[in-house]
């Protein structure tokens, strides 16, 4: 996600601006940039040099001599057009005259640009951020031709942000108005920092810590005026806000976190926006919505004939869910295949099959591997990945991208959800593509897909009680994930997630092979944990459950709350909420990261950063 910082004060902002990115550094980005303003207008730095362009901006003459007392940075993370300087923010209108910074996701930028553009206003980036510089410049000259004066950069961007839609913190400044910041939010984070020598906004309070006594987080569908002494909070339809400045007791450190012990308990509680975000601007109907920078014809897809789906680690959990999903939706053939192996074995390939690669690094060897092998067989190859610019686009006909953010512990879990977004929304679409699903049935599940986003929340919402369950296996020393159908790709990266981080021995089964040789290791010290939401092969789990059972292993398992018969034959249970079957994956995952992150603790294990693994894995 990108970051965004602001500062106005009385004096010079240049280094509170850098030092400011410096402390965004460790979500990651791609490119950075600052905007300063003095006496003289506005001054644009941006670069993108992988990891280089925050050093960049701080050794510059310019930015370092600059008197400047108020500014805009950011570090961004691409979403929509690739890491490049022009890309970079700020972005600035057509006169010059007001820079703006954004993190989030233009839904509507396509048509907002084409309406601008008709109204003679040039853009010189493929960002969807772009559009909000031109709409200010535009909503403000309407309004000063209209004569009516008072509070216009204020009405102007309340109009603009009216127009948006998508998720998104977007700050202004304008040489016209030179003493205020203007901030609003929806979805995205804003907080402001109020302090001794000026105002503060930041996306992320780390970056404002030590500049700020009190802060202020914004609530959605508000904006805030900031000036160097003052802070008024608004309405979208410009009705004050009363509001309370409280202290932040957090280190930098823990800020870092938002306050999470670690990041991968913080990137868990991310998931649902990663989620959102995800399916933002996609839906049913079209499949192109789907595909970001590089295309393909939706027409080239009508000649497929078979799809393989290839991934490493969670990436492969995700292409399993997607290979029920396709099958069963758009009634194609689907292969799944762990992408090391997949190049060695000869699959048959030609130009009617279509190879997915998914990949959240974009980076992983194998995965690349596979995917040029694909091409190399006339194969039509698409990826699936989470990092705007990473290698696996280079050489591929299509991407799809993910938008969970950077992710920076090393076990996948915002990432996974976000591929299972993408993946069944593509599927749903294909399903309708193909002429399998009416657009009734497809736009059904496209809002259940939708509404997992709430049931995640609610599951997250148990997180106290899900590690205290998990809590009681703190002794134990091995584990089984058994599922069926949509359960068996949890039971796998249940047991992946805990195995990284706990390194107990944990193995994912389909319950229904248990019994063809597993089942002979079970005894009273194996805890077995059956994923046993509603699904049509529920009641043969439960007799899958009472086998174990009867060589007696202990049982747990993950049941949805509406389940009233569940209890009488288990004591241990995490409840979920209720969700369509093939989407169960989404939400059933979180109480078994909750688990696996519970014991990772309890065996003091470093849970960001586990022993003997890499995020990326770029070695064969
Ligand atoms: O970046 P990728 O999605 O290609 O990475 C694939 C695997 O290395 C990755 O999912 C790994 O298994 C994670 N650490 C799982 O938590």
Redesign the pocket.
Known sequence: MCGIIGAVTGEKVNQILIDGLKKLEYRGYDSAGVTLLDGSGLELYKYAHLNQSIEKLSVMPQVNDSMAAIGLAHTRWATHGVPNDLNAHPHLDCSGKLAIVHNGIIENFRELKEMLKDSGHEFISNTDSEVIAHLIEENLSLIKSEGSGADEFLRAFSMTLKALLGTFAVAVISSEYPDTILVGKNMSPVVVGLGNMGNFISSDVSAILEHAEKFVYLQDLQIAAVTKSSLKIYDFDLSGIEFAATPVTWSYKDAQKAGYETFMLKEIHEEPYAFTETLLGRSTDKLELYFDEIHFDPHELADIRKIFLV??????HSAMVAKYAIEHWARIPVELDIASEFRYRDPVLDSTTLVVG???????ID?LAALNFARKSRAKVLCVTNVVGSTVTNNVDAVMFTRAGPEIS????K??VAQLAVLLGFSIALGRFSGVLFKSEADRYFADLQNCASMMEIALGRETSYRKLAEKFKDTRDFFFIGRHMGYPTSLEAA??LK?ISYLHAEGYPAGELKHGPIAVLDSNTTVIGIATKNKLYEKLLSNLEEVRSRNARVVVVANDSDNSVSNYFDDIFYVPDTFDLFSPVVDIIPLQFLAYELAVRHNNDVDKPRN?A???TVE
């Open positions: 991934g490493c680690g969670t990436s492969y998914i990949t959240q690094s974009g980076e992983t995965t090393v076990a996948a879990t990432s996974y992946l997630k990284e693994l995020k990326t894995v």
